[in-house]
């Protein structure tokens, strides 16, 4: 049980950090400092410590959360598209729906 709870607590965390990432204008080594201190920092390795089927689990959930953002960004820009009948139409509409 606590190993689902790891690969959640890594979708949740690996969601927002792609979203922080793709929405700011200016990105910078602060930025990247932030994700690294929120993947790899000691709250995380004192949960799930390392080479532990709990830390496998949060890894793999952090990985599903960065690129479930990047999906969904994609099919509704897509569906957009499809709705609008113009790329332009649908990239701007997308991007108002994901908070852009």
Do not use: C
Not at 17 to 38: C, E, M, P
Not at 70 to 79: C, E, G, H, Y
Not at 82 to 92: F, I, L, V
Request: charge should be positive; aromatic fraction near 16%.
């Amino acid at each position: 049980m606590f190993t689902t709870g790891a690969f959640w607590f890594g979708v949740v965390v690996g969601y927002i950090t792609y979203r922080t990432l793709k929405h700011k204008t200016a990105s910078g080594l602060s930025d990247i400092a932030a994700v690294i201190g929120a993947v790899g920092g000691g709250a995380v390795l004192q949960l799930f410590p390392r080479g532990s089927a709990s830390f496998e689990e949060y890894a793999r959930g952090l990985a599903s959360g960065f690129f479930t953002y990047l999906l969904l960004s994609l099919f509704i820009a897509a569906w957009f598209t499809r709705r609008d009948g113009s790329a332009t139409k649908g990239s701007k509409a997308a991007n108002e729906f994901l908070g852009e």
